[in-house]
């Protein structure tokens, strides 16, 4: 169930996104750009170079999906622990309690990025001097069914993660694989067995999200069902989770 107090956390990333982009509102750069290549310039990294893309930069780019998941990386943690007799004694299905959660935080992804994805696509039209054209709305669907899908994946396990370990240190396992994620995924030019096993980039979420696709559609797709089989796979996990918890 959606509660009102959530759905207003959102709010903020209106402002958030429109500080971050200030340089499209300010700057004459980027103009003569067709719309879907500024797009790609300054929706994550801020440069859509592999070369000159560091993890820093990455992880600075996905900030947007940070403050998602300091805004709800406790929303199942937090109801599991405030109603945990409620869920434990009188809920029927452990499993079905926990997949309502996850389709809430879903919900809440997608509003989020709809927001965040929609303001920054809005103003590369505006700021642009090119047509809008097929390739750019494609690209803004497929970044922002991706951007959603990888926001719910990192949040929903930061809560899992919380409900084994605790919420401090859920955080911090969290960026630290999120960091050595993306370092594997902007240095994978320089790190050998990324070289000799480029499947290993292929499964890499933060490649998946930032660099992988950026090739061609159909990379694009590929993505995305990768990132659907990653979420059903972690929903599956986190609801046998639910179900073996005992009562706090």
Not at 3 to 11: A, P, T, V, Y
Not at 80 to 95: C, G, H, M, N, P
Not at 106 to 129: E, H, K, Q
């Amino acid at each position: 169930m959606i509660k009102r107090r959530d759905l207003l956390k959102i709010l903020p990333i209106i402002f958030i996104t429109l500080y971050r982009r200030y340089n499209l509102l300010l700057s004459g750069m980027g103009r003569t750009l067709p719309i879907a290549e500024l797009f790609l310039q300054n929706i994550f990294s801020g440069n859509p170079s592999r070369k000159e893309t560091k993890v820093v930069m990455v992880l600075f780019g996905m900030m947007e999906i940070v403050v998602f998941n300091l805004l709800y990386g406790s929303l199942i943690y937090r109801d599991l622990y405030e109603s945990s007799a409620y869920i434990f004694v009188r809920q029927k299905s452990r499993r079905r309690w926990f997949a309502g959660k996850s389709l809430e935080l879903l919900a809440y992804s997608a509003v989020y990025n709809l927001l965040f994805i929609g303001i920054t696509f809005g103003l590369c039209v505006w700021r642009s001097d090119q047509r809008l054209d097929a390739v750019a709305v494609k690209i803004v669907i497929l970044t922002y069914i991706l951007a959603t899908l990888f926001t719910f994946w990192t949040t929903l396990l930061i809560n899992l993660t919380a409900i084994l370990a605790g919420a401090a240190m859920s955080f911090v396992i969290n960026y630290v694989v999120l960091s050595l994620l993306s370092l594997f995924a902007v240095g994978f030019e320089t790190i050998s067995i990324v070289n000799k096993f480029p499947l290993l980039l292929k499964l890499n979420p933060v490649a998946n999200v930032t660099i992988n696709w950026k090739c061609d559609m159909e990379s694009a797709a590929l993505s995305v069902m990768y990132f659907v089989v990653l979420c059903v796979l972690t929903c599956m996990g986190g609801s046998m989770v639910i179900a073996h918890k005992d009562i706090v």
